[in-house]
C-alpha cells in the first residue's frame, strides 16, 4: 500500500514539474491520436452518410462486415499491419515499420469502422425523418449526404469522442507496430505496460492519471458543447 | 394549350402493397388548375394517392399525364403533415431546396417568410419555431421552388388555429391563381373553404368526383352522405 502512495505521489511530482519524458510521452500519444481520429473522421462519417443513406444491392452485406468490424481484435490488427509493412511484406518499401506513421494507420484499421457504424446508426435515422422530403425537392446526393452530416453534427461530437476513447486507450496494435521504442514510438499505454513491468510504477501511475484526466476533459468538454446546443436550440437530441 | 392539356388524367391507377390494395384502379380527369380536395375518412387511401401524384411512390399498374406528358416530380412540391425541418436557420431551412441561390432569391425568401409571418425570425434556428410556424415554413419552402403543382397533405392537422388560417388565406388568396394545389384533408369544414374540387375516397377507391358545391349539396353516394353528415370519420 505504502508502494501505491509513494508512487502516486512521485507521478503527481512528474505531472507538476512537466517532466520531459513524460511530456515527450503524452504529445506523442495526443499527435496519433489526432491524426488516427482525423483520418477515421474524415473518410467514417461521409461513409456511414453515404451508406444510411443508400440503397444498393450489397448494402446489407457492407454494413454487416463494418459492424463486425468495430470488435477487431487490437493485436490482430497490429499483427496484420506489421506483416504489411514488414520487409517482406507488400508495402515493406515505404520503411515505416516502427514509425509513428504505421502506429497511426494501425489505430485508423481499429477506429474506421467505430466512426462508420456509429455515423451509420445517427443517420440512419434521421434518414428515415429527411428522405422523403429530400426526394421530393430533388436534392442531389451530395447535398443530402453533407446535409445529413451537418445536421447530426451535435450527435457526430459523440462519435468522434468515442474514437478518440479508443484511440488514446488502444496498446495491442501500436505495440506490436511501434515496437515501443523510447523517445520514437512511446506512446501513454506502451509506456505504462512497460514501466509496470519494470516495476516503475511512478512514472506508470503518472501516465496513467494523465490518461484518465484526459478522457474526463474530453468526455466533459463534448457534453458541454452539447448542453449549450440544446439549451439554444431547443432540440431534443 | 386546350382545355384537355391543362388536365390531369389518372388512367387505371392502382397500388398494393404485401398483397394488399391501397389504391384500387383508378381513373380520373381533374381540373388542371384550382384546389382539389382529396377527402376522406383517416386510412382511406388519401395519403397514398397524394404520394402516387407526387411520384414519391411508384404506382403498380396505371399512369398519371399532366399537361399531355407524364407527371414528374420536377413539376411538384410537396408538404407532408409532419413538417420536415433541418437543423438550421429559418432562411436557410429556405434556401436549401434551390439548386442555385441567388440574390433574386433571397429576396423572395424573406417575401414569402414575410407573408407567413416569420420575417422577424429568419435568423432563427427553424427547430425552435412552433408546430405552425415550421408548417408555414415547410409551404413557404415548396413555394419557392415554383411547383407548378402544389401537394399539401393534410398540412394543418395539428397546429394552432391562427396558422391553419393564415395558410388557408395564402393559398387561396396567393397560390390558388397561380398554379395547382392538391390538399389531403379529412376536415369537411375546410373542405368547403378551400376546395374548387373534391375527390371523395373510401376504403381504396375514388367512390365520388364532382366539384365542391354539388358534393356538399347533393352527394350521391351513400358513404358520402355518411361521412358529411359525420357518421364515418
Given at each position: ?14 505531472i ?5 519524458e513524460?511530456?515527450?510521452?503524452i ?26 443513406s ?27 499491419v ?41 443517420i ?16 442531389a446526393?451530395?447535398?443530402?449526404v453533407?446535409?445529413y ?27 506490436i ?25 511512478d512514472?506508470?501511475?503518472?501516465l ?7 478522457a ?22 | ?29 381533374l ?11 383517416n ?19 396505371g ?8 407527371l ?17 436557420t ?11 441561390i ?5 429576396t423572395?425568401?424573406?417575401e ?24 408555414r415554413?415547410c ?51 375546410q ?12 376504403t ?21 352522405r355518411?361521412?358529411?353528415s359525420?357518421?364515418?370519420?
Amino acid at each position: 500500500m505504502n508502494d501505491i502512495s509513494e508512487a502516486f505521489v512521485s507521478s503527481l511530482g512528474l505531472i507538476l514539474f512537466l517532466d520531459a519524458e513524460l511530456l515527450e510521452i503524452i504529445l506523442l500519444s495526443f499527435r496519433i491520436t489526432f491524426y488516427a481520429v482525423l483520418i477515421s473522421s474524415i473518410l467514417g462519417i461521409p461513409l456511414g452518410a453515404f451508406l444510411a443513406s443508400t440503397h444498393f444491392k450489397f448494402r446489407n452485406t457492407v454494413v454487416s462486415i463494418l459492424f463486425g468490424m468495430m470488435g477487431l481484435p487490437p493485436v490482430v490488427v497490429g499483427l496484420f499491419v506489421y506483416l504489411l509493412f514488414s520487409r517482406s511484406g507488400s508495402l515493406g518499401w515505404m520503411g515505416l515499420l516502427y514509425s509513428p506513421t504505421v502506429m497511426i494507420i494501425a489505430q485508423v484499421i481499429l477506429i474506421l469502422p467505430i466512426v462508420c457504424c456509429l455515423t451509420f446508426q445517427i443517420i440512419e435515422s434521421l434518414h428515415t425523418r429527411y428522405h422523403e422530403f429530400f426526394r421530393s425537392y430533388r436534392i442531389a446526393k451530395l447535398k443530402s449526404v453533407i446535409a445529413y452530416i451537418v445536421d447530426s453534427r451535435f450527435e457526430l461530437t459523440t462519435v468522434v469522442l468515442a474514437g478518440i476513447g479508443r484511440s488514446i486507450s488502444e496498446v495491442g496494435a501500436i505495440i506490436i507496430v511501434g515496437g515501443n521504442i523510447d523517445h520514437v514510438t512511446r506512446v501513454m499505454t506502451t509506456a505504462i505496460a512497460l514501466e509496470t513491468s519494470k516495476g516503475n510504477l511512478d512514472l506508470a501511475l503518472g501516465l496513467g492519471i494523465i490518461l484518465l484526466t484526459t478522457a474526463i476533459v474530453l468526455n466533459g468538454f463534448i457534453l458541454f458543447l452539447r448542453g449549450k446546443y440544446l439549451k439554444t436550440s431547443g432540440s431534443t437530441i | 394549350m386546350t382545355s384537355e392539356d391543362t388536365q390531369i388524367s389518372i388512367n387505371d391507377l392502382s397500388f398494393d402493397i404485401e398483397g394488399k390494395t391501397l389504391l384500387h384502379n383508378t381513373n380520373l380527369s381533374l381540373n388542371g388548375d384550382g384546389i382539389t380536395v382529396f377527402l376522406g375518412a383517416n386510412g382511406a387511401g388519401k395519403t397514398i394517392f397524394l404520394k402516387l401524384l407526387t411520384g414519391l411512390l411508384t404506382p403498380c399498374s396505371g399512369s398519371i399525364t399532366f399537361q399531355g406528358g407524364s407527371l414528374s416530380v420536377k413539376t411538384c412540391a410537396f408538404v407532408s403533415q409532419e413538417p420536415v425541418i433541418l437543423r438550421r436557420t429559418v432562411l436557410k431551412n429556405m434556401l436549401f431546396v434551390l439548386e442555385k441561390i441567388t440574390s433574386e432569391k433571397s429576396t423572395l425568401a424573406k417575401e414569402l417568410l414575410s407573408l407567413m409571418g416569420l420575417d422577424k425570425k429568419e435568423h432563427q434556428n427553424a427547430i425552435t419555431l412552433s408546430a405552425g410556424e415550421k408548417q408555414r415554413l415547410c409551404l413557404a419552402r415548396a413555394i419557392i421552388t415554383n411547383p407548378e403543382i402544389l401537394l399539401l397533405d393534410e398540412p394543418t392537422a395539428n397546429i394552432e388555429p391562427n396558422s391553419t388560417t393564415l395558410i388557408e388565406k395564402y393559398l387561396i388568396q396567393k397560390v390558388r391563381s397561380s398554379r395547382k394545389i392538391f390538399f389531403v384533408t379529412h376536415d369537411i369544414n375546410q373542405a368547403r373553404r378551400l376546395a374548387d374540387e373534391i375527390v371523395f375516397i373510401h376504403t381504396g377507391r375514388v367512390i365520388e368526383h364532382s366539384s365542391a358545391e354539388n358534393f356538399f349539396e347533393n352527394p350521391k353516394t351513400r358513404e358520402a352522405r355518411n361521412y358529411i353528415s359525420g357518421k364515418i370519420n
